[in-house]
């Protein structure tokens, strides 16, 4: 099982837009399922191309701003 920075590191490989700053305010669970998500985001799409949302998080997340 990968540590919070080797998580961090594989992120940032497969999305340099991600701040590491902004990625350190996570925890190893949250980035674990980002990372997952990335992986199967990188692979082709067709029929066999499934990703699966976990049931303890939300489909569409919004902000309403202040």
Same mark, same amino acid.
């Given at each position: 099982?990968?540590?919070?920075?080797?998580?961090?590191?594989?992120?940032?490989?497969?999305?340099?837009? #991600?701040?590491?700053? !902004? &990625?350190?305010?996570? /925890? +190893?669970?949250?980035?674990?399922?980002?990372?997952?998500?990335?992986?199967?985001?990188?692979?082709?799409?067709? #029929?066999?191309?499934? !990703? &699966?949302?976990?049931? /303890? +998080?939300?489909?569409?997340?919004?902000?309403?701003?202040?």
């Amino acid at each position: 099982m990968l540590d919070k920075d080797h998580l961090i590191d594989e992120i940032t490989d497969l999305n340099p837009s #991600a701040g590491r700053d !902004w &990625l350190e305010l996570f /925890d +190893t669970d949250d980035l674990r399922r980002y990372l997952d998500h990335l992986h199967h985001a990188c692979m082709p799409r067709g #029929a066999d191309s499934v !990703w &699966l949302r976990e049931g /303890d +998080t939300p489909p569409v997340v919004m902000r309403i701003a202040a």
